[in-house]
C-alpha cells in the first residue's frame, strides 16, 4: 500500500494574513501547497509516524497566524522527541502529551508577550504508521473519512452550536445560520483544552482521509465535497478541486485541505 498525502492553504479575501496553517510530514506551510508519499518499502524512513495537522488561528490575523505555527511547530518537534519505538500505542500516548505541552507553551507565550495575550487556535489531524491511523481534533476544524464512494465526518466540533445540536436543542439548519456557528469551545491555548483522540483505524486500499479547516466545510456542503472525491482520484487532484470549490463561492475564510489517499 501507498500512502499519499497533499494539502493546500491560502488566505481568505477578508484577512491580511492567513491564519491557518498545515503540517504535512515535517513541512510546516501558511501558503500553498505541501506533499509527501509513503508505501511499505519507505516505513523505516517514517519510524516515528507520519504527522499530519491543521492548525486554524483565533484571533486577529497576526495573533491567530502566531498561534496556529507555534502549534505545529511545538506539536511536531515534542512528538518526534517523545516516540521512541514504532508502535501505535506509543504514538497516541505521545501524541496526547505532546499536545498538553504545546497548550501550556502556548499559554506561556501568550503571557509574555501581551501583544498576543489570548492566542488560540484549533487544531484537528492524524498519524499514521505503515497501515493504521489515529485521528485527533480540538475545535472545529474536521477530519472526514472517505470510504465506497461515501464522506462521512469523524470528527465532533467543539462549539457552541455543534454542541447545541447534539443536545438536540437545534437543528443543522439552524446551527449553519446561527451568528454563534464560529464560537469554539475547546482550543489551544485555553486552560481547559483538551485533544480528543479517536480509536486506532486501518486503512483500506481506496480510502482516503480528507482534513479541512472551516474555509471549506462553512462553504462547500457535504454532498458537494463527497462528489468531487468520487471524480479525482489523486490526492493532488482531490485536493485542487476542493479549494476551487470553496474558492469559487466567493465566501471562504482562511482555507485550508489536506488529502490522504490510501492506494495500491
Not at 16 to 40: K, Q
Not at 79 to 90: G, K, L, S
Not at 150 to 165: F, G, K, N, Y
Request: one cysteine or more.
Amino acid at each position: 500500500m501507498r500512502i499519499s498525502v497533499y494539502g493546500h492553504t491560502e488566505k481568505g479575501p477578508r484577512h491580511e494574513a492567513n491564519e491557518d496553517v498545515i503540517l504535512v510530514g515535517h513541512a510546516i506551510s501558511s501558503s500553498g501547497e505541501a506533499g509527501v508519499e509513503m508505501n511499505d518499502k519507505d516505513a523505516d524512513a517514517y519510524g516515528e509516524g507520519l504527522l499530519v495537522a491543521v492548525a486554524d488561528g483565533m484571533g486577529s490575523d497576526a495573533v491567530g497566524a502566531a498561534a496556529a505555527r507555534l502549534t505545529l511547530e511545538r506539536l511536531d518537534a515534542y512528538f518526534q522527541a517523545q516516540v521512541n519505538t514504532p508502535d501505535m500505542r506509543v504514538m497516541a500516548t505521545a501524541l496526547y502529551d505532546s499536545a498538553r505541552q504545546v497548550n501550556q507553551a502556548v499559554l506561556e507565550f501568550g503571557a509574555r508577550q501581551a501583544e498576543y495575550a489570548g492566542m488560540a487556535c484549533t487544531l484537528t489531524g492524524v498519524v499514521i504508521f505503515r497501515d493504521e491511523y489515529i485521528i485527533f481534533n480540538a475545535g472545529d476544524s474536521r477530519v472526514y473519512r472517505y470510504s465506497h464512494r461515501v464522506l462521512r465526518q469523524m470528527t465532533d466540533d467543539d462549539s457552541i452550536v455543534a454542541e447545541a445540536v447534539r443536545a438536540g436543542e437545534i437543528t443543522l439548519a439552524e446551527a449553519y445560520a446561527s451568528e454563534y456557528r464560529h464560537f469554539v469551545t475547546n482550543a489551544m491555548g485555553s486552560e481547559s483544552f483538551q485533544l480528543r483522540l479517536g480509536e486506532r483505524q486501518a486503512f483500506v486500499p481506496g480510502d482516503a482521509l480528507l482534513l479541512c479547516s472551516d474555509g471549506l466545510h462553512n462553504v462547500v456542503s457535504l454532498g458537494r465535497m463527497e462528489r468531487l472525491l468520487g471524480e479525482y482520484g489523486t490526492a493532488k487532484g482531490r485536493c485542487r478541486a476542493l479549494v476551487e470549490s470553496a474558492i469559487e463561492s466567493g465566501e471562504y475564510d482562511d482555507l485550508s485541505v489536506i488529502i490522504v489517499n490510501a492506494e495500491e
